[in-house]
């Protein structure tokens, strides 16, 4: 199962990536989460990322296309995996594209979550994260049972930095100018699935299951 969920900032990707990686048994692979542990990390990478993540832009195309390329020829995805904010722009698409090619793999699905600009504002300024696990919880729709505490793993729960008003608007621009495109880029290739991802995590994940199936 190769898998690419599509969608804005705050649409659900990593929450519905963690349910199929459980369900399905392959990685959830989030450029994301990469690059904030090497921010965490203090490496070469992080110290590269960090300038564009705290603005909302996009890490270059080059840095992450680099990271794909060697984290999908691990052993761990040769079931398959789930692309969580990847691609982002066309020529990563193309770049993803060349490279299963010469793997003699493609992708499978690509689920598009749609989700509108309002909702997308309020998700992420109420979201919080837990960093050594990546529990997500929203203190209105997911709230941990103990406040600022993560039910997984005890963790201390934390705000992203990019989920801040100011950021989140940039990101949605980013969205809209680099990313969307890609809807019609894979509605081409014949392998969008579109979904709602209005309504309760579990609502979602049964609507992303049946695209999948
Ligand atoms: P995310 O956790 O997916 O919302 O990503 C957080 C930030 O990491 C983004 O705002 C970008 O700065 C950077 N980032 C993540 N994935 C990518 C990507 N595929 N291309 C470029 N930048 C990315």
Redesign the pocket.
């Known amino acids: 199962m190769r898998l690419i969920l599509l969608g804005p900032?705050g649409a659900g990707?990593?929450t519905q990536a963690k349910m199929l990686k459980e369900q399905f048994g392959v990685p959830q692979i989030?450029?994301?989460?990469i690059?904030?542990q090497a921010v965490k990390d203090n490496t070469e990478l992080g110290i590269q990322?960090k300038s564009?993540?705290d603005v909302?832009?996009?890490?270059?195309?080059e840095?992450?296309i680099g990271l794909i390329k060697e984290r999908i020829k691990q052993d761990d995805c040769e079931a398959g995996f789930i692309l969580?904010?990847?691609?982002?722009?066309i020529l990563?698409a193309e770049k993803l594209s060349e490279t299963l090619t010469e793997m003699g793999l493609a992708i499978d699905t690509v689920v598009n979550l749609e989700v509108n600009a309002e909702e997308v504002i309020s998700r992420l300024a109420g979201r919080s994260t837990c960093p050594d696990c990546g529990g997500m919880f929203h203190e209105e729709s997911r709230p941990p049972k103990v406040s600022g505490v993560c039910d997984g793993c005890g963790g201390l729960l934390a705000q992203?930095e990019?989920d801040n008003a100011e950021t989140i608007l940039k990101?949605l621009d980013?969205y809209q100018e680099s990313t969307a495109p890609l809807k019609q880029f894979y509605k081409k290739q014949g392998n969008l699935k579109t979904v709602s991802a209005r309504g309760s995590v579990e609502e979602i994940f049964s609507r992303v299951l049946e695209m999948v199936k």
């Open positions: 900032p990707k990593g989030s450029t994301g989460d690059l904030r990322a564009f993540m909302g832009k996009l890490v270059p195309d840095v992450v969580d904010g990847f691609p982002r722009t990563q992203r990019d990101r980013v």
